[in-house]
């Protein structure tokens, strides 16, 4: 399989409860992003990587959402202190270079905040 | 005012008929636009890419971008029933790295 892998598949947690989500890019890919997506909505971007450098957070929604990829490759988003609004299906994607190239997203994870 | 704007449908066509699915688009500097299709519980699939003016055919499918109107659009011929899904716009400015989607249109073709 040489897909975007993402786990785990489903996620279930108590409201404030901390939770950690991994996705494994295409091997040699660039660009990482992270997107979130609502129910019957598009995917939101969060936040994008070139190798281990985290050039755009500006749609990560609050202090409580933290994103690393710190070897270039595998990356990891974190929602601390988890609230009902945060349950969502959070979808990684990577390109091959630039920003601009198609991306390939995994089959991503399905959170819900009890 | 969103970035991207697709009407969320639902559209139906009967098999074999042509399924047209329009977006528009805010930024006038927006340079790269894609389609995507995404089944439920499904990730998104990429479909086409296109980034210049006109018309962009892949098969079954065929891509029309009119920068000065701001509009993309994806023509489905010979509609299949394992067409049915949502279809994603998907719109990057080459200023920034983020990538804006639309809402999807869900698309259903009637056997």
């Known amino acids: 399989g040489a897909g975007v892998s993402q786990s785990p598949r489903y996620k279930v947690a108590k409201r404030g409860q901390d939770v950690a989500l991994r996705c494994d890019p295409i091997?040699?890919?660039?660009?990482l992003f992270w997107y979130q997506q609502a129910l019957g909505q598009g995917p939101e971007f969060l936040t994008y990587f070139q190798n281990e450098a985290q050039l755009d957070k500006s749609g990560l929604p609050s202090d409580r959402f933290f994103a690393e990829r710190p070897e270039g490759s595998v990356s990891t988003l974190k929602i601390q202190r988890t609230q009902q609004e945060d349950s969502a299906v959070y979808l990684c994607?990577?390109?091959?270079?630039?920003?601009?190239?198609?991306?390939?997203f995994g089959d991503g994870t399905r959170l819900s905040i009890l | 005012q969103k970035e991207v704007e697709q009407n969320s449908g639902p559209l139906s066509v009967p098999e074999g008929a042509i399924a047209s699915l329009n977006c528009t688009y805010s930024?006038?500097?927006?340079?790269?636009f894609f389609w995507y299709r995404q089944y439920s519980g499904k990730s998104p699939e990429l479909i086409m890419s296109?980034?210049?003016?006109g018309d962009k055919e892949d098969g079954r499918f065929t891509a029309q971008l009119n920068k000065a109107s701001q509009y993309v659009s994806l023509l489905i011929r010979d509609s299949q029933p394992s067409d049915s899904a949502t279809y994603l716009c998907a719109v990057n400015r080459n200023t920034g790295n983020q990538f804006y989607f639309g809402t999807g249109t869900s698309l259903t073709v009637i056997p």
């Open positions: 296109i980034y210049s003016n």
């Open positions: 091997s040699g890919h660039v660009s």
């Open positions: 930024d006038r500097v927006s340079q790269s």
């Open positions: 994607a990577s390109s091959p270079l630039d920003s601009n190239q198609p991306q390939h």
